[in-house]
Each structure stands twice: as C-alpha cells, then as structure tokens.
Nanobody, 115 residues
C-alpha cells in the first residue's frame, strides 16, 4: 500500500510559478513510476508528467518547456515545478504512483491560474 499526499497548490497569476510536492508513505525507489495528472472541470484526467524508476521523463505537449518533474529519494518526494503558468493549466493536480500491478493516487491539490 502506497499513500501519496500532495501539497503546494494555490492561486497564481498567469506567468507565475508554483511547485507541487508529493510525499509518499514509503520508499519511492522501488516504485516503477511516479507522476502528475490533472483534471479540469468537465474534462477527462490527463497525464502532465511522468518519471520512471530509470529516470525517463514524459511530458504532455502542452507543458513541455514549462514544467519539470523531479524526485528526492531521500525524502520520498516527487516534485512538479510549474513555470510560465497559463489559465489553461487550472485544474486539480493528482500525484500518481505505479507499483506493478497497482496504481495509487493522491487526494489532489487545486491549482488556479488567473488571467
């Protein structure tokens, strides 16, 4: 069982930055992948960024060059640095972890970008 707790969401003006954190209940070294998804009102949940155990990253086209995913194994924490935020980035952001064959989700943190 993996528990994920997000923090760092909030309200920011367009062009601003936020850093999301996701703390896992145990070691993240053994996890196959960790990442971030988001869901805007009336839309499906979509992948934002993914980081595999081997260090491979995958980003949604809409955030490439603006968002960066990283991890601190010593703190069992994954981060999402979000720069140059746009109103279209407004959503609930969910931390995600995969440990074969299970998927785990955090409770979500709201990010609101005002124009």
């Amino acid at each position: 069982q993996v528990q994920l707790v997000e923090s760092g969401g909030g309200l920011v003006q367009a062009g601003g930055s936020l850093r999301l954190s996701c703390a896992a209940s145990g070691s993240i070294v053994s996890l196959n992948a960790m990442g971030w998804y988001r869901q805007a009102p009336g839309k499906q949940r979509e992948l934002v960024a993914l980081l595999t155990r081997g260090g491979i990253t995958n980003y949604a086209e809409s955030v490439k060059g603006r968002f960066t995913i990283s991890r601190d194994n010593a703190k069992n924490t994954v981060y999402l640095q979000m720069n140059s935020l746009k109103p279209a980035d407004t959503a609930v952001y969910y931390c995600y972890a995969h440990l074969i064959p299970y998927d785990y989700w955090g409770q979500g943190t709201q990010v609101t970008v005002s124009s």
